[in-house]
């Protein structure tokens, strides 16, 4: 079963659809980023491929999980992390 799926089973589900739901994905492609957006991904990011690039990715989960999850901010964005631009 794909993410995609996974994501549509638990939107599909009355008692899971306001689940955030945090993918992380080997694609940076915009076509996945799309899907992501329709099928309502709270929160996109691609793996990273270094350590320091993960910890910068998991401090941006635990970011969103604070302020959307604990703080009640809706949790409808996308965030992605240009791994390209790190040194």
Request: charged letters at 25%; aromatic letters at 6%; one cysteine or more.
């Amino acid at each position: 079963m794909s993410g995609s799926e996974i994501v549509s089973a638990i939107n599909q589900n009355q008692k899971l659809h306001d689940l955030p739901v945090v993918i992380m994905s080997s694609s940076s492609a915009k076509y996945d980023q799309e899907t992501a957006r329709k099928l309502k991904f709270a929160i996109f990011i691609a793996k990273p491929n270094d350590l320091n690039s993960f910890m910068a990715v998991a401090e941006r989960i635990k970011q969103f999980w604070e302020d959307c999850v604990i703080g009640g901010r809706d949790p409808a964005v996308t965030i992605q992390i240009d791994h390209a631009s790190r040194p």
